[in-house]
């Protein structure tokens, strides 16, 4: 039993002390003439499925949840962020030459269409970001041919 104890307090002793340990939660500031919807035409009904189930993660008007506060969920949350705008991010879509975008515009098509994206774990906390198939439909659209 006091060894029971002993486990319980210093789970609780490290848990307290990583808390001090805070990567940081960055929503860098949006030039509004570098986002996808100013170089590229994007249909409203597009824009919404992609305000609801892409920003969180690829953009800079990340929603930070309530658990992104709490080590160890936060690392995994903010890397998770830091990992998805490096891979696509319409927040600064003026840093993609015309050949780089349209190679970002399939590859978000692909993994929404294989139910790859939004991940899987990310679904069950955001119900709003399961994606329909109208909702990939609209997403594939922005895709070149």
Not at 1 to 21: A, C, D, E, N, P
Not at 26 to 31: A, L, R
Not at 85 to 106: P, Q
Request: charged residues 25%; hydrophobic residues 40%; positive net charge.
């Amino acid at each position: 039993m006091r060894l029971v104890k002993w486990i319980g307090l210093s789970i609780l002793v490290v848990g307290l002390v990583i808390q001090v340990y805070r990567p940081a939660r960055t929503n860098p500031p949006t030039d509004p003439t570098r986002t996808l919807g100013a170089r590229l035409a994007v249909p409203p009904e597009t824009a919404a499925v992609m305000n609801r189930a892409c920003r969180d993660c690829h953009s800079h008007d990340t929603r930070w949840p309530w658990y992104s506060n709490v080590a160890p969920v936060s690392w995994l949350v903010i890397d998770d962020v830091n990992h998805g705008r490096s891979h696509f991010n319409y927040s600064d879509w003026a840093k993609y030459d015309a050949e780089a975008a349209t190679d970002l515009l399939k590859k978000a098509c692909e993994p929404a269409r294989k139910r790859e994206m939004p991940l899987p774990f990310y679904v069950p906390m955001h119900p709003e970001a399961r994606l329909s198939q109208a909702d990939i439909d609209a997403i594939c659209r922005l895709s070149p041919k």
